[in-house]
């Protein structure tokens, strides 16, 4: 068995620096619309524009349609219709862009936050779409779910869509300040936002969660079946870190709760973002004292230990579905297992 921490989880691989002093230069963003070399990736509710239409079962090889600044501005102009202040007198609404990083050579990844008004289909949802490039007449793209693609995606483009979709949707969910409920506006070239009421600045909410492979003195590995999902759907158990809690104390109330197992030695196995709307998900490794399972019958309907050899047989027969390969769960199973897991 390995120690170490997981590795090249799909979601959390990227090359780019986010280069966090950039967003404190005045007008940033409008300095990186006007440079050519400036790249853009488009999202709106969880859903990124992809290069290639795929078919709906296929989505390896998935990469971003990367637009230039030009293309990225007739896209969000598309939402606003003719009449609309134009964004060269009145400069980019901070609203709609992100300044996601910086490449080696200095060119702004920046990301445009298309609005639910944009005649695009919604929630992330397989749909064609047709972008309008300066330097041809159209090109074609699809519109897919971060959660269906962002495993197939190349790892520079990985890490990029998840910070956008992360911040797209905190920014989408609290428009205003929490304090006071003042309207706030954006600040720091979409990382933050500030209250002009009171001062108050807001950043990015993240909340920690853990995940955890329960594994007992005999090398099983402790799976639940959750009420909420469909049959013969199996993974690690998972739940948020309360209040005043360490993220320990969370894994071992998390497995009682659900299964009734205590467990012991909790170990640290890796992170990973997961922006559904906006967890941290932290992965441990956990030591069973106990084995006998009784479930809640609230949360989790089901929970078994397996054998590596029992598990590979169930997943060959289709009785147990593993979770997908985008998940830090799929990766903790697979470590415990030693090898991916076909299926
Ligand atoms: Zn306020």
Redesign the pocket.
């Known amino acids: 068995m390995t120690s170490h921490a997981l590795a090249d989880l799909p979601l959390a691989r990227s090359s780019v620096a986010r280069a966090a002093q950039l967003r404190e230069v005045p007008d940033v963003i409008a300095h990186a619309l006007a440079d050519t070399r400036t790249r853009v990736l488009a999202v709106r509710d969880g859903g990124l524009l992809l290069a290639e239409a795929e078919a709906e079962a296929d989505v390896t090889g998935a990469v971003l349609r990367w637009l230039d600044a030009d293309a990225a501005r007739d896209l969000l102009a598309a939402a606003d219709g003719p009449d609309a202040p134009h964004a060269a007198v009145t400069g980019p609404d901070p609203e709609a862009w992100l300044l996601l990083g910086a490449e080696d050579d200095g060119a702004c990844v920046l990301a445009v936050r298309l609005p639910d008004r944009h005649p695009l289909p919604a929630r992330g949802e397989p749909a064609d779409v047709l972008v309008h490039l300066p330097d041809g007449p159209v090109a074609r793209g699809s519109w897919r779910s971060l959660r269906t693609v962002g495993a197939a995606l190349p790892a520079h483009d990985a890490g990029l869509a998840t910070a956008a979709v992360a911040l797209d949707t905190w920014h989408d969910r609290h428009p205003r300040?929490p304090?006071?409920?003042?309207p706030?506006r954006v600040a720091q070239a979409g990382w933050s936002r500030v209250?002009d009421?009171?001062g108050?600045e807001h950043y990015p909410r993240t909340d920690p969660a853990v995940i955890m492979a329960v594994v007992d003195d005999a090398d099983r590995l402790l799976l639940g079946h959750a009420t909420a999902w469909q049959a013969g759907r199996w993974s690690t158990l998972a739940g948020f870190v309360e209040a005043g809690e360490s993220a320990e104390q969370a894994v071992r109330r998390e497995v009682h709760e659900e299964t009734g197992v205590l467990v012991g030695d909790v170990e640290y196995a890796g992170s990973q973002p997961w922006p559904f709307p906006g967890s941290l998900m932290l992965g441990f490794r956990a030591r069973a004292t106990s084995t006998l399972v009784q479930v809640d019958g609230v949360e989790m309907a089901d929970a078994r230990w397996f054998t590596r050899d029992g598990l590979a047989s169930a997943v060959a027969s289709g009785e147990v579905l593993l979770p997908g390969p985008t998940s830090i769960a799929r990766a903790l199973v697979e470590q415990w297992f030693g090898r991916p897991i076909a299926g």
């Open positions: 300040c304090r006071c409920g003042t706030t209250c009421v009171d108050s």
